[in-house]
Nanobody
């Protein structure tokens, strides 16, 4: 299993910055990809930024140029630096890990989620 612990959310004024952190523990050697998603009230959860299994970064169009995802493999931590924040960035941000484990007869892919951290941008 994988545990994901997020931190760094909070209240910030429009135009400000925040850095979110996600520390992974447990069966980290079987994590294929990690990233950040967000969910605003009344909306579906959406990708913000993520590392693919090959290390390529993907960003939502809405955050391109304003956000940077990075990682520290020594700390098993993924970061999301968000700049020039807008009111529409307000959401609960979730860390996500794509994990694979051997099920005895086949490989089983699993999704793990953090508990979420609230980001509120005041206009």
């Amino acid at each position: 299993q994988v545990q994901l612990a997020e931190s760094g959310g909070g209240l910030v004024q429009a135009g400000g910055s925040l850095r979110l952190s996600c520390a992974a523990s447990g069966s980290i050697f079987s994590i294929n990809a990690m990233g950040w998603y967000r969910q605003a009230p009344g909306k579906q959860r959406e990708l913000v930024a993520a590392f693919t299994s090959s290390g390529i970064t993907n960003y939502a169009d809405s955050v391109k140029g304003r956000s940077t995802i990075s990682r520290d493999d020594a700390k098993n931590t993924v970061y999301l630096q968000m700049n020039s924040l807008k009111a529409e960035d307000t959401a609960v941000y979730y860390c996500h890990a794509d994990h694979t484990r051997w099920g005895g007869r086949n490989w089983i892919r699993e999704d793990y989620w953090g508990q979420g951290t609230q980001v509120t941008v005041s206009s």
